[in-house]
């Protein structure tokens, strides 16, 4: 039997897969297969800078109207896991 914290991480956790899976079909691949225009860094640096300016906004107070920044961060942080996971550097 699950305790209701479980259950708690459990909702958490899934919607938090299924807001990044939807960002997934909106946005293409385009955290671990960017088109870089003008970047040419890798996928793992970039989500590094993205989870760089998210944590900036936080500290200064400065997010976005609308924006769920914690979800957000979270994330930037799993899609860098499957990232590092895609390159074998992390099972």
Same mark, same amino acid.
């Given at each position: 039997?699950?305790?209701?914290? +479980?259950?708690? #991480? =459990?909702?958490?956790?899934?919607?938090?897969?299924?807001?990044? #899976?939807?960002?997934?079909?909106? @946005?293409? %691949?385009? =955290?671990?297969?960017?088109?870089?225009?003008?970047?040419? $860094? !890798?996928? *793992? /640096? +970039?989500?590094?800078?993205?989870?760089? %300016?998210?944590? !900036?906004?936080?500290?200064? $107070?400065? /997010?976005? @109207?609308? %924006?769920? %920044?914690?979800? *957000?961060?979270?994330? @930037?942080?799993?899609?860098?896991?499957? !990232?590092?996971? @895609?390159?074998? /550097? /992390?099972?």
């Amino acid at each position: 039997m699950t305790t209701t914290t +479980q259950h708690t #991480i =459990a909702n958490i956790c899934d919607n938090i897969k299924t807001m990044l #899976i939807e960002k997934n079909k909106s @946005y293409g %691949d385009s =955290a671990l297969d960017p088109i870089r225009i003008f970047s040419k $860094g !890798s996928s *793992d /640096e +970039q989500i590094k800078i993205r989870i760089d %300016d998210k944590l !900036s906004r936080i500290s200064r $107070g400065s /997010e976005f @109207y609308g %924006d769920n %920044d914690l979800d *957000d961060l979270i994330g @930037y942080l799993i899609l860098l896991k499957v !990232s590092k996971v @895609y390159n074998k /550097e /992390e099972l």
